[in-house]
C-alpha cells in the first residue's frame, strides 16, 4: 500500500523557519519524482517546490526561491522541504506527492499519490 506523510508542520513566527519532511512506503522511492505544494484556505493548490529520482533537477516556485529548499534521502525514502524567512501569506497546508515524470512537474495532475498534508501557520 502506497503511504507518503508529511511531518514537521507547525506554528512560527514571520521570519522563522520549519522542515517538513515527507516519508514514503509502498513502493520504491527512487524511481519517483517528489513535489510539495501548498494550499491555503479558499485558494487552489500550487506549486511550491519539485526533485526529480536521483535528486539532480530541483525546480522551485518563483515565490520561494532562495528561501526554501527541497532535498531527498532515498535511503530514507524520505524528501524534505527547508523553509526559511516564512511570511504569513505562507500559511496553509503543505503537502507531498510522488510522479512518475522525468523531470519533476509543476502541476497538480502530473502527481499521483499524495500525502494528507501538513498544517503550516505564520504569525505575523
Known amino acids: 500500500q502506497v503511504q507518503l506523510v508529511e511531518s514537521g508542520g507547525g506554528m512560527v513566527q514571520a521570519g522563522g523557519s520549519l522542515r517538513l519532511s515527507c516519508a514514503a512506503s509502498g513502493r520504491t522511492f527512487s524511481n519517483y519524482a517528489m513535489g510539495w505544494f501548498r494550499q491555503a484556505p479558499g485558494k487552489e493548490r500550487e506549486f511550491v517546490a519539485a526533485i526529480s529520482r536521483s535528486g539532480g533537477t530541483i525546480y522551485y516556485a518563483d515565490s520561494v526561491k532562495g528561501r526554501f529548499t527541497i532535498s531527498r534521502d532515498n535511503a530514507k525514502n524520505t524528501v524534505y522541504l527547508q523553509m526559511n524567512s516564512l511570511n504569513s501569506e505562507e500559511t496553509a497546508v503543505y503537502y507531498c506527492?510522488?510522479?512518475?515524470?522525468?523531470?519533476?512537474?509543476?502541476?497538480?495532475?502530473?502527481?499521483?499519490?499524495w500525502g494528507p498534508g501538513t498544517q503550516v501557520t505564520v504569525s505575523s
Open positions: 506527492a510522488d510522479s512518475l515524470t522525468v523531470l519533476p512537474g509543476r502541476r497538480v495532475y502530473e502527481y499521483n499519490y
